[in-house]
């Protein structure tokens, strides 16, 4: 269950990394030279115009996410002055949650300091193995020790929400390693664990890893194997007492992302930053999202030129927003208000998905509890089947969040 979903959030991402992971398909670059305070003010130039445009929301900024490219390479005077710019722009509301994303490779004990000075409340550490073998053929830079130490660093320096990422389905790894890998993350006690299944498809498809591995270059476990470790995976963190509250994320009670939250519940969020997406309702019942250039440059001279930093803009209809928040809102355990949903978009349930409904129910994918709806464990298995035979015309346009 979600304890707090965010109303509404800032989400600022930052893109440069110490080197290009295979399969990596984020906006992120390596660059000789990081551009640390001109990015801070490209940034704060960005912030700035989407305030005029957003207004400062009643009840302020709940969660604030740093994402990356690996923020953790940020000078810490810079995200500071960021967290200084979101609240001046803002309000940065009590007890918001504050996330930069950490990789092990750049998570020295004095950085960590210096963040949670500037306001960082929480860290969301990519460990992804901690199997050099696997870290490797993931092309990761760090070791499993640097990953460790990373963990200590953060719990030395005042963080007490840890969250880490796991990969599972890496060139080479069996059900086995996989189990090894969660049981060594779970006896480090973090708050939190991501836990994804390795994608080469989709969105992820012009990867390098994709390519090597359609050209058989490189194996990577199939389907089945990978079904068996999201299994295992899941027992284990039940076992240790983390709840699995998402598809994808398991946390102790009171501990899930409440940033991630407010996207899969359709909340608004105000983004900045290269490749960033935002998220705005309009009246009427649907909104629009924008997305700003993937490469930084570009972004640095779009936001430098003093407009705002697009190359998309798209509007999304009622209808969408709500299948949509069926999609989103079906990756959730506990499932989401399906009533509150189409009140907010399309006015009301339409009438033919109630026959939908009842097919879906009665072959165990889905629940209804009063206004609300949530997948089964089986259903889950099955998210993305379950949420397209929901849907009136059985398409549905994958929302890009962050
Ligand atoms: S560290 Fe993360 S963002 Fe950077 S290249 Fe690797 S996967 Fe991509």
Not at 166 to 189: C, H, K, N, S, W
Not at 232 to 237: D, G, I, K, P
Request: aromatic share 8%; charged share 25%.
């Amino acid at each position: 269950m979600v304890s707090f979903a965010s109303r509404f959030g800032v989400y600022v991402h930052f893109p440069y990394c110490l080197s290009k992971c295979p399969y990596c398909d984020f906006a992120s670059v390596v660059a000789a030279e990081v551009p640390h305070a001109r990015y801070r003010d490209a940034v704060a130039r960005e912030l700035a115009l989407r305030a005029s445009e957003h207004g400062r929301p009643a009840g302020g900024v709940e969660s604030l996410y740093f994402g990356g490219g690996t923020p953790s390479l940020w000078d810490p005077a810079c995200v500071a002055s960021t967290i200084e710019t979101v609240d001046r722009l803002f309000g940065i509301a009590p007890g918001c949650e504050i996330t930069l994303e950490a990789n092990p490779g750049a998570s020295d004990a004095a950085r960590f300091g210096a963040l949670r000075s500037a306001g960082v409340n929480r860290l969301s550490i990519g460990v992804q193995s901690f199997e050099p073998a696997i870290l490797a053929g993931l092309g990761r830079q760090h070791s499993p020790e640097e990953a460790v130490a990373a963990l200590r660093s953060a719990r030395a320096a005042g963080i007490d929400n840890l969250s880490l990422d796991l990969i599972f389905g890496g060139p080479g790894q069996t059900p086995a390693m996989a189990r090894a890998d969660v049981e060594r993350a779970i006896a480090l006690g973090p708050e939190h664990l991501s836990c994804y299944g390795l994608t080469l498809e989709g969105l992820a498809e012009e990867v390098r890893l994709a390519k090597d591995v359609k050209r058989g270059r490189v194996q990577v476990p199939d389907d089945a194997a990978q079904a068996e470790m999201g299994e295992l995976v899941r027992e284990a963190l039940a076992a240790a007492g983390y709840e699995r509250y998402e598809i994808s994320n398991y946390a102790k009670a009171g501990r899930e992302s409440r940033h991630n939250s407010l996207y899969w519940l359709g909340r608004e969020y105000v983004a900045a930053g290269c490749g960033a997406h935002g998220f705005r309702r309009t009246a009427g019942g649907g909104g629009y999202r924008y997305g700003n250039p993937r490469k930084p440059e570009a972004y640095l001279a779009a936001a430098e030129a003093g407009g705002a930093p697009e190359v998309e803009r798209d509007t999304i209809s009622p209808a969408e927003l709500f299948e949509e928040r069926i999609f989103l809102g079906l990756r959730l355990t506990a499932g989401f208000d399906l009533e509150a949903a189409a009140r907010e978009t399309v006015g009301a349930l339409p009438a033919e998905m109630e026959r939908r409904l009842a097919k879906l129910v009665a072959q165990g994918l889905v629940v209804r509890e009063g206004s609300s709806l949530r997948c089964t464990e089986r259903g889950l298995d099955y998210h993305t089947e379950v949420a397209v035979q929901l849907l009136p015309d059985e398409t549905v346009a994958l929302p890009v969040v962050g």
